[in-house]
């Protein structure tokens, strides 16, 4: 008999979780070279947090909802990329994705603060000023170089179009 000393017990005890990542990252091995060690370092850091992330959600999913099945590692491993090579960017095309909170939105514009009818309709100090080129807040399909400096909007004051004289005087 030889004493075993606590630390073998330990490691024996706890060597299949080791054995088990190994095993899942060398079943889907990404193959490429490089000149530089550290991307090396780099992939397999983040093949180990996509497997414990893949673990973690197995055990989750069993806890929350035992019924569903579970995704397979490389589903999940597609997913996450996916996911993380579409961050940010808006689909523009092909069929809407699913579920609706997960369809992304679209990034707002600045609205500007609306004027008050009483102030926009007075008839004072409503002087137009020649600006650079913007839609006209009136009618919206036609751009003006007319700015309010009053209301601080562009309209169209020209032969064929007086949106200055209709945004100021309409209901």
């Known amino acids: 008999m030889v004493p075993r000393p ?10 299949g979780g080791v054995d088990l990542l190994d095993m899942l990252s060398a079943l889907y091995k990404f193959n490429f070279r490089s000149r530089r060690w550290y ?6 850091t983040v093949t180990v947090a996509v497997i414990n992330a893949w673990s973690r959600y197995r055990r989750d999913l069993e806890k929350l ?15 996450v990329g996916t996911a993380l090579t579409s961050a940010g960017k ?16 679209p990034p707002r514009k600045r609205k500007t603060p609306e004027l008050p009818p009483d102030v926009r309709k007075d008839g004072l100090h409503h002087f137009p ?9 009136h009618c919206v399909g036609h751009f003006a170089h007319v700015y309010c ?4 909007v562009h309209l ?3 032969k064929d179009r007086n949106c200055f004289q209709a945004y100021h005087h309409s209901k």
């Open 90 to 105: 808006v689909k523009k095309c092909g069929r809407p994705l699913s579920s609706p909170e997960a369809t992304p939105t």
């Open 129 to 137: 000023t020649w600006e650079t080129r913007q839609r006209c807040k």
């Open 6 to 15: 606590a630390i073998v017990d330990t490691y024996n005890r706890f060597m």
């Open 65 to 79: 909802q035992p019924r569903q099945k579970a995704l397979p590692l490389r589903r999940f491993q597609a997913s």
């Open 156 to 158: 169209c004051l020209n």
């Open 149 to 152: 400096e009053k209301c601080r």
């Open 39 to 44: 991307i090396y370092i780099w992939w397999h």
